[in-house]
């Protein structure tokens, strides 16, 4: 990230703790950001981390490990399909 405040929107925050405005600080001050630029980085990280998941994608990519869904064996239908029936 720039030290320079990119052109853009402004955020004002009031009411924030002491505790969490001395966490802030620390933090940026361990990556060398102003409070300003590490705030923006935390907010642009947990919107990240929040965006939309598909979930067909997250399953596809924990089976493709193991050789994907392609070696799986399904057994053979003998039955035709049938409609289901409802009640009287």
């Known amino acids: 990230m720039t030290d320079a405040a ?3 929107h402004e955020v004002s925050v009031p009411g924030i703790s ?3 405005y001395e966490r802030l600080r620390r ?3 361990l ?6 630029d590490e705030a923006r980085e ?9 965006e939309e998941v598909n979930f067909a994608d997250v399953i596809r990519e ?15 239908r003998n039955n035709p399909a049938r409609w289901a029936e409802f009640g009287s």
């Open 27 to 29: 933090q940026a001050s």
């Open 62 to 76: 924990r089976f493709a490990s193991g050789g994907g869904l392609a070696d799986l064996e399904f057994p053979a």
């Open 42 to 50: 935390l907010l642009e990280q947990g919107i990240a981390a929040t």
């Open 6 to 8: 990119p052109e853009g």
């Open 18 to 20: 002491d505790e969490t």
């Open 31 to 36: 990556h060398h950001r102003t409070i300003e």
